[in-house]
């Protein structure tokens, strides 16, 4: 009964804070269902910090489903109409006033991202947006200068700012203000030895992960999970090919252009690249039958040049990288996949049957772009086969 009028003050809640009938049906149904899970009939529903965790515990078991979003997003309206307080609050460069000194200084990081580093320029906008972010929080009063930067400021910031904020993204966030640290002192021969000394990063031990990959029947699967008698399902079939049988990033697929195909050649030229460097690939037949296909009988008339274009919204115009990883994404999901992490896997697909097939590490290398062939070594201990000849057979024990 508790949670019946729970869920009808609910409603009223989101119809008062502007929400529409469309989301807040969603919503509703999603907290019903919320509402149904084990270790909800436990909570003490005065107890704010148990209810975050059970929230919490809920969404981390919820499989991978186009629905994920919207349940978070339910659940986090849902902790606040009942508390009064978000879950967390996620920081915006729109929470603060402009400060000049702060934006000069992001430009001039800028500038040594793009002339000296070398990055690509999604790496440099992601770089500059969480250097200004971290400068912004720990310079509130507008008295800005690099040199005051400090080892407090870092460890308050990562302690307390970034409390909520998963492992995984807070080690991208300290890579960052380290990055920029290290760009003061190269650019203004400024030391921070306490900053650069703190132990930002939990311990990395190389090698030592197994890259995630997909399974000869869960490739097949995926693959099968795309309905080809559409122009929509052509399309993605193709996305997914260039992913796995060329081994591309999700952002080399985004920006793959008409002129980088030598088809009498048979090759690709992968331009734009995170490491700024191009390299020409050998175009698999499937791979260029499949991209012949699209082009035939699924591309609409358009004048862009970029591969892979919108069908919906904004007719012809390029897929940008998030686009082309959702129709991955929504395939994993139609497939069943439920260990499906992104659409890096694919690219680790491919390199383990390099691997397998007895392709070198430095040809490897140079066919996923990797900058060292320590990067792609790692892949060497997904070659099972390998292994089990390495390790021998169990020495059987004499009584």
């Known amino acids: ?14 119809v008062k804070n502007g929400y529409s009938n469309l989301v807040i049906g969603q919503y509703i149904r999603k907290a019903k269902e919320f509402l149904k899970y084990k270790d909800t009939y436990s909570v003490q529903w005065t107890d704010y910090e148990e209810l975050k ?69 999604s790496t440099i906008v992601s770089q500059c947006n969480a250097v200004k972010i971290f400068l912004y929080c720990c310079f509130p009063k507008k008295d800005f200068s690099p040199e005051k930067i400090t080892v407090d400021h870092v460890r308050v910031y990562l302690t307390n700012t970034l409390r909520h904020v998963s492992n995984v993204t807070r080690k991208t966030i300290i890579v960052r203000i380290r990055s920029y640290v290290r760009f003061l002192e190269f650019n203004d021969g400024v030391k921070f030895d306490k900053i650069l000394k703190l132990p930002m990063t939990s311990p990395v031990w190389k090698q030592a992960g197994i890259s995630k990959y997909l399974t000869d029947l869960e490739t097949n699967a995926l693959l ?20 796995k049988d060329l081994g591309l990033r999700c952002s080399e697929v985004a920006r793959l252009s008409l002129n980088d195909f030598e088809w009498l050649e048979g090759t690709v030229t992968i331009r734009q690249t995170k490491t700024n460097s191009e390299r020409s690939l050998p175009l698999h037949v499937v791979t260029g039958k499949t991209i012949e296909k699209y082009l035939l009988h699924s591309r609409p008339d358009t004048q862009e040049r970029i591969l892979f274009v919108r069908f919906k919204k904004e007719l012809g115009q390029p897929m940008g990288t998030s686009q082309v990883r959702n129709t991955v994404r929504r395939a994993a999901i139609r497939a069943g996949i439920e260990n499906f992490t992104g659409t890096h896997m694919l690219r680790h697909t491919a390199a383990k049957e390099m691997i397998n097939n007895g392709v070198d590490l430095k040809m490897i290398a140079d066919i996923l772009g990797h900058e060292s062939i320590e990067t792609t070594s790692i892949y060497t201990k997904i070659n099972f086969t390998e292994l089990q000849d390495v390790a021998g057979i169990w020495p059987e024990v004499r009584t």
Request: net charge neutral.
């Open 53 to 121: 965790q059970v929230i919490s515990k809920y969404l981390k078991n919820t499989p991978l489903s186009s629905q994920k979003s919207t349940i978070q997003a339910a659940l986090h309206a849902y902790y606040y109409f009942l508390s009064g307080n978000k879950i967390f609050r996620r920081l915006n460069l729109s929470d603060f006033d402009v400060d000049m000194s702060i934006e000069a200084e992001i430009e001039r990081f800028r500038k040594y991202l793009t002339e000296v580093a070398k990055l690509s320029d």
């Open 1 to 14: 009964m508790c949670n019946e009028i729970q869920i009808v003050n609910f409603e009223k809640h989101l």
């Open 224 to 243: 099968a999970a795309y309905d080809q008698s559409n122009p929509t399902g052509i399309r993605d079939y193709a996305i997914a090919r260039c992913l």
